[in-house]
């Protein structure tokens, strides 16, 4: 499985940015994809999870009301729709795919596959 993450730029607090990602090759073995970030000295953390067969969607408290994940299954596409951006919101953000127990999905360690990031910033 291939992911490539794109859609990223420039953005003024309180705007909006529509993140994709695209995967290629068999990914019947990946039921759940997620975005996490990094942000400028800090780790990598989660932003937000979709299954990628059926329902099921979660966000970290941060970005709850203000993001939203979807998916076109058929595309083999997930984005993620950012909107009331903070500057705070700043970093790359990485797609990722992989199959574990719903419980575990905040934890990237459980994610094989990830994509190349693509760099969010958002001035103040």
């Known amino acids: 499985v291939q992911l490539q993450a794109f859609g990223g730029g420039l953005a003024q607090a309180g705007g909006s940015l529509r993140l994709s990602c695209a995967a290629s090759g068999e990914t019947s073995n990946t039921h759940t994809v997620a975005w996490f970030r990094q942000g400028p000295g800090k780790g990598r953390e989660f932003v937000a999870v979709?299954?990628?067969?059926?329902?099921?969607?979660g966000y970290a408290d941060s970005v709850k009301g203000r993001f939203t994940i979807s998916k076109d299954t058929a595309k083999k596409m997930v984005y993620l729709q950012m909107n009331s951006l903070k500057p705070e919101d700043t970093g790359v953000y990485y797609c990722?795919?992989?199959?574990?127990?719903?419980?575990?999905?905040?934890?990237?360690?459980?994610?094989?596959?990830w994509g190349q990031g693509t760099l969010v910033t958002v001035s103040s």
């Open positions: 979709i299954r990628r067969i059926g329902g099921g969607s």
């Open positions: 990722a795919a992989g199959s574990m127990n719903w419980g575990s999905n905040q934890n990237d360690n459980m994610y094989r596959y």
